[in-house]
């Protein structure tokens, strides 16, 4: 870990925060939420001792990345979130070589969309957890999560602005952070109007004190605002997703995902995945991988299958 380098790119009108490891073909990777460039920490050095330069930030409204106007959930539309990562491209590898990307949670989701709307810069693509979404221009999809399962769903209770930020200001960061990393349910997340934070688990095995402490000191000094305003701005994707109605991502990809991941698990998401929906949208995915045992943080959970899993796939290219 000491190896990592740190720095600061000017892109997009933020100061972006990125840890760098190795030299070689770059590996970009985008995390998720509640998370940072920490996440992939077991990622970067295994694809830096095998010949790749892992490039990972932190993404808009999230640790050491600052300029993003928090205020504004109309300033984290994908399309904000994908051009930062054109800029830090622009920036890492500036000949226009294309470069291998890895996302999880959100981070797949800005993966996906970063391939369909730039395949220029992808050269392979794997991606944990989310799989691609296609755009269905006859329903919100956070009216489609209500519809489903109520205005307790995590992602509708993110909608109002300052109303998680209270509750979780008020359980507190760290206790916030140990319960939703520790998450192993494949039911989604529910956060009663009224009932206050209802989970309360151990902290899972594979989150020591020293990563939770690490989590903790950059949310204590953000807040949760940055990461929540992804799922403010869900709906308004859908909008702006309108000229890629049916569009399909065009580069080799891998998907991987747990056996109790609440995504995997959520109305329709199976089907989709081995049903041939998901091949359809995908049409060079190469390979799904459920990992039994498994729940939602599966990089961080099970590094080294993880690690072999990405290596194995992006050394064809």
């Known amino acids: 870990m000491s190896k990592i380098e740190h720095k600061s790119v000017p892109v997009n009108g933020l100061q972006m925060?990125?840890?760098?490891?190795?030299?070689?073909?770059?590996?970009l990777f985008i995390h998720g939420f509640p998370e940072l460039w920490y996440s992939w920490r077991h990622q970067m050095q295994f694809v830096a001792a095998h010949g790749y330069r892992a490039v990972a930030p932190d993404m808009r409204g999230y640790g050491e990345t600052t300029g993003a106007p928090l205020e504004e959930p109309s300033k984290f539309t994908v399309m904000h979130l994908v051009g930062d990562l054109i800029a830090l491209l622009d920036a890492v590898a500036p000949s226009g070589d294309k470069v291998f990307v890895v996302g999880h949670d959100w981070g797949a989701y800005v993966a996906w969309h970063l391939a369909m709307y730039r395949p220029d810069r992808v050269r392979a693509l794997v991606n944990l957890s989310v799989p691609f979404i296609p755009r269905n221009p006859a329903m919100d999809p956070v009216d489609s999560f209500r519809k489903l399962y109520g205005d307790d769903h995590y992602i509708c209770r993110f909608q109002e602005p300052g109303d998680i930020e209270a509750l979780f200001e008020k359980v507190g960061t760290k206790e916030v952070l140990k319960n939703v990393l520790s998450y192993r349910?494949?039911?989604?997340?529910?956060?009663?109007?009224?009932?206050?934070?209802?989970?309360?688990?151990?902290?899972?095995?594979?989150?020591?004190?020293?990563?939770?402490?690490?989590?903790?000191?950059?949310?204590?000094?953000?807040?949760?605002?940055?990461?929540?305003?992804?799922?403010?701005?869900?709906?308004?994707?859908?909008?702006?997703?309108?000229?890629?109605?049916?569009?399909?991502?065009?580069?080799?990809?891998?998907?991987?995902?747990?056996?109790?991941?609440?995504?995997?698990?959520?109305?329709g998401t199976k089907d989709f995945i081995h049903g041939g929906g998901f091949k359809k949208f995908v049409p060079l995915l190469e390979d799904v991988v459920v990992l039994e045992g498994a729940a939602h943080f599966v990089n961080q959970e099970r590094p080294d299958e993880i690690n072999e899993h990405i290596l194995a796939f992006i050394k064809q290219f």
């Open 185 to 267: 349910d494949s039911a989604p997340f529910f956060f009663p109007k009224g009932k206050g934070f209802i989970y309360s688990f151990d902290r899972a095995p594979w989150l020591t004190e020293q990563d939770l402490d690490y989590y903790v000191s950059k949310f204590e000094k953000t807040g949760f605002t940055g990461g929540v305003n992804y799922y403010r701005a869900f709906g308004l994707n859908c909008e702006l997703n309108a000229p890629w109605s049916g569009a399909r991502v065009t580069v080799p990809a891998k998907f991987i995902t747990g056996e109790y991941d609440l995504v995997y698990h959520t109305h």
């Open 17 to 27: 925060h990125v840890a760098e490891l190795g030299e070689g073909p770059v590996v």
